[in-house]
């Protein structure tokens, strides 16, 4: 059974501007704490990464895996669902951006994962606040730019 998190912050910073940095896969080694490398293997015809192998650390140990980006709902929303994984049977994710007072968004990271080998309660809280906790990161990687 796939476990399921949220997290929402206030971004001061339009909704486009906070999709094209959180489209920006090549960066993310650079602000995303537990992401090691992220190389993008497909584009669509504007350029959008559409298929994204990345290498995380995770629960003491690197892991890879490769999401599938989908842009229907763009700029408003951006998901993905992961293609193949090492320790992953699932994740499926969003971010959503929704404008906000003052040209702020509102930005809502979305993830479910299901994980091959089960983990103790305790070992899946602190994993699942560090990795909605990332939405954080970003919020400050927007407003960094």
Request: charge should be negative; charged fraction near 25%; hydrophobic fraction near 40%.
């Amino acid at each position: 059974m796939a476990d399921h998190a949220s997290q929402s912050v206030t971004v001061a910073a339009p909704p486009e501007k906070c999709f094209a940095v959180a489209s920006d896969f090549e960066h993310y080694p650079d602000w995303a704490h537990d992401v090691k490398e992220a190389a993008v293997l497909l584009r669509d015809d504007q350029g959008r990464a559409t298929e994204v192998e990345f290498r995380t650390s995770a629960l003491g140990r690197s892991t890879h895996y490769t999401l599938r980006y989908d842009y229907s709902q763009a700029p408003r929303e951006m998901s993905w669902q992961m293609v193949k994984g090492d320790i992953m049977r699932s994740i499926d994710g969003a971010y959503t951006f929704v404008p906000a007072a003052a040209g702020s968004t509102e930005v809502t990271y979305t993830l479910s994962i299901e994980l091959i080998v089960p983990l103790p309660g305790f070992v899946k809280r602190r994993a699942e606040v560090r990795i909605v906790n990332s939405v954080k990161d970003l919020k400050a990687r927007i407003e960094a730019t």
